[in-house]
């Protein structure tokens, strides 16, 4: 079921009305924006489909260009003033149900005067208009179909201009999460290098004892074990003796053997 009817005067501004129903059949699905000249099926019945569609339809957009009002039709007067006229048609029916009507003012057309109108599309005249202009097609497209996602929320839920954006979004934010996970696991392995670069494990009950070390090492004042090698007999013991603050002197002694006592 068609949800916006494109009503427009042949003559005026046919091109503009072909634009914007392209543009909202895109945006919103073909089945969901009538346009006479596409939405009418060859050996369906003209008027039969016209008078459904605005029927069926919860907003109706009046094409409106500068020469509208003064179109003429086969006798010579204005078409405007033919009660059988298809525009007037149209938008006097969608006037009638209390749908959501938008005059689209074209180009250089300026706001519907009352008095041009017959008495019972005077409405019209109240209707808050939209823009569409040639030279600002892209952007006066994008607001007209805004304004509808807006106005009729079965249009937004199908709106693929809003899909692709939710989605543009969505891939935007999983790659900064995904950035900002590379600098995390990057900061914690530098974190591990310079950790394991360092001056290797500090533990021990005899002040500070380095295991392992990895450079240079000053512990500040007190004494200081630096044993590389502590572990089987004991026989490589190595250790330092001093408050660091100057010359660091080292001794290396091997453990005596009992049977050299009495030598």
Not at 15 to 28: K, N
Not at 141 to 146: I, K, M, N, V
Not at 204 to 222: A, I
């Amino acid at each position: 079921m068609p949800q916006v009817f494109v009503n427009y005067r042949t003559g005026d501004e046919e091109s503009a009305a072909t634009m914007i129903a392209r543009e909202l059949a895109r945006r919103f699905g073909d089945q969901r924006i009538f346009f006479a000249s596409n939405s009418i099926e060859p050996g369906r019945r003209f008027p039969v489909e016209l008078i459904r569609a605005v029927e069926e339809c919860e907003a109706l957009l009046a094409v409106i260009g500068p020469r509208w009002a003064g179109v003429r039709g086969p006798d010579g007067r204005p078409a405007l003033e033919a009660e059988q006229d298809w525009t007037r048609h149209e938008i006097r029916a969608a006037l009638g149900r209390g749908v959501l009507v938008i005059p689209v003012l074209v180009g250089k057309a300026t706001r519907i005067d009352r008095a041009t109108l017959p008495e019972d599309l005077r409405e019209l005249a109240d209707c808050q208009y939209r823009r569409f202009d040639h030279r600002n097609a892209e952007s006066d497209l994008t607001t007209l179909g805004d304004t509808l996602a807006r106005l009729l929320p079965d249009l937004g839920t199908v709106d693929r201009d809003a899909r692709t954006a939710r989605e543009r979004a969505e891939s935007k934010s999983r790659e900064r999460q995904t950035r900002d996970t590379d600098r995390t696991r990057m900061r914690t392995r530098d974190v591990k290098q310079r950790i394991r670069g360092g001056i290797g494990n500090l533990n021990g009950d005899l002040g500070t004892f380095v295991n392992e070390p990895q450079g240079p090492v000053n512990t500040g004042w007190g004494h200081q074990y630096n044993a590389p090698h502590f572990e089987g007999d004991n026989t490589g013991i190595q250790f330092t003796a001093g408050d660091n603050s100057g010359t660091v002197h080292q001794r290396f002694e091997r453990e005596r053997r009992h049977s050299d006592d009495g030598r």
